[in-house]
């Protein structure tokens, strides 16, 4: 059953397997840069007033 | 992103892209991004106050992968008649890189996101400004003038025109003057500059049925308007002196790159046959970019005197 099942899966092939490892990390480093700029943008948009609100 | 396809032309291996981020790249047409980023940040830094650094970036950034989602789109659409010309037969969807369907849905989504963010980081006008541009470079541009009319870019011209105008709006929330110019500026360029190429490349657009106005209007009647085109740029290049954005070394610059622009094409206004037309023409296509190029450096690098003066 395991082995049956195994023959169905998707094959890739030597340059898929290192186009998608590529494609992966673009997609990552992509990730990575959009969440720390949006962390600055957030600080930038915050003020420093923003310590100084009303309780 | 549809990255397995329906069918593999060998069994047992299945179609998922083999495609690199380069292609990917590609698809966002970086040497146009490179100028939209370029003409972006002088709109921005035209702006009247002080633009936080990290909003500036951010702002810029939206821009360019606006940019880039629309390059992308229009690789999409246009991926049967690039096919055709030597100039985009490279392009990733051409060459099977990269299918329409994977372009489609890289270039929206970019778009979408480039969008949203210039709403967060900057203003809903700027975005909205954004999303025009990449609408009008899509569908107005892309999908209807291009194949249908021989004034193709000079209307669709507009789309590669507001960059500055969207930096500007993105740092003040508002249109002016300076920002207007700014954008005639590149709209003007953009028919001498693409009819120069098309001159060159009529046969090419001719076999992919792109009716660029050498193919429809004829040689002759281009290079006539190459040369009005040319001297209403020359005088507007000299607007941000005269209007008072620019020093008066920014006004000899214009006035000398201006003459020269007027000369290359008035060049190919009197060369009309062999291969010296050819050669006036693609001196013209490559003085363009310069001229440009040229122009909004010498208003960055004022601008950003000014700036660092604190004048």
């Known amino acids: 059953m395991e082995l049956e099942h195994r023959s169905e899966e998707t094959v890739l092939t030597p340059e898929q397997i290192k186009s998608r490892r590529q494609r992966n990390i673009a997609i990552g480093l992509a990730v990575g840069l959009l969440v720390l700029l949006f962390y600055a943008v957030t600080i930038v948009k915050l003020d420093p007033g923003i310590l100084n609100r009303p309780l | ?311």
């Open chain 2, 1 to 311: 992103m549809a990255f397995l396809e329906e069918s593999s032309a060998v069994p047992g291996i299945a179609a998922i892209s083999a495609a690199s981020p380069r292609d990917y790249i590609a698809l966002l047409k970086p040497r146009v991004m490179s100028l939209v980023v370029f003409t972006a940040l002088t709109g921005l830094l035209f702006a009247p106050h002080h633009v936080n650094v990290v909003i500036g970036f951010a702002s810029l950034l939206a821009i360019a992968v606006g940019a880039g989602a629309a390059g992308a789109l229009n690789m999409w659409y246009d991926a049967d008649i690039d096919a055709l010309m030597r100039r985009t037969c490279r392009r990733p969807i051409p060459t099977g890189k990269i299918t329409g369907r994977e372009a489609l849905g890289f270039g929206l989504t970019l778009a979408v996101f480039a969008v949203l963010t210039l709403a967060l980081v900057a203003n809903l006008f700027a975005a909205a400004l954004l999303a025009f541009t990449i609408f009008f470079y899509v569908a107005i541009y892309t999908m209807w003038l291009k194949r249908s009319t021989p004034q193709n870019i000079v209307i669709g011209g507009a789309a590669g025109a507001l960059p500055p105008l969207v930096g500007y709006v993105a740092a003040t929330g508002q249109v002016s003057l300076c920002a207007l110019i700014l954008f005639t500026l590149i709209f003007v360029w953009t028919p001498p500059h693409f009819w120069a190429l098309a001159l060159v490349r009529s046969a090419e657009y001719g076999r992919a049925g792109v009716p660029m106005l050498p193919n429809v209007k004829g040689a002759d009647r281009t290079r006539l308007e190459i040369l009005i085109y040319s001297l209403v740029l020359a005088l507007l290049g000299a607007a941000p002196f005269l209007l008072g954005f620019a020093s008066v070394f920014y006004g000899c610059l214009s006035a000398v790159l201006g003459a020269a622009f007027v000369a290359l094409a008035f060049d190919v206004y009197r060369v009309r046959s062999g291969d010296r037309a050819n050669q006036c023409a693609m001196r013209l296509f490559g003085f363009s970019i310069l001229y440009l190029f040229l122009l909004f450096a010498e208003l960055l690098g004022e601008r950003i005197i000014a700036l660092a003066t604190g004048s």
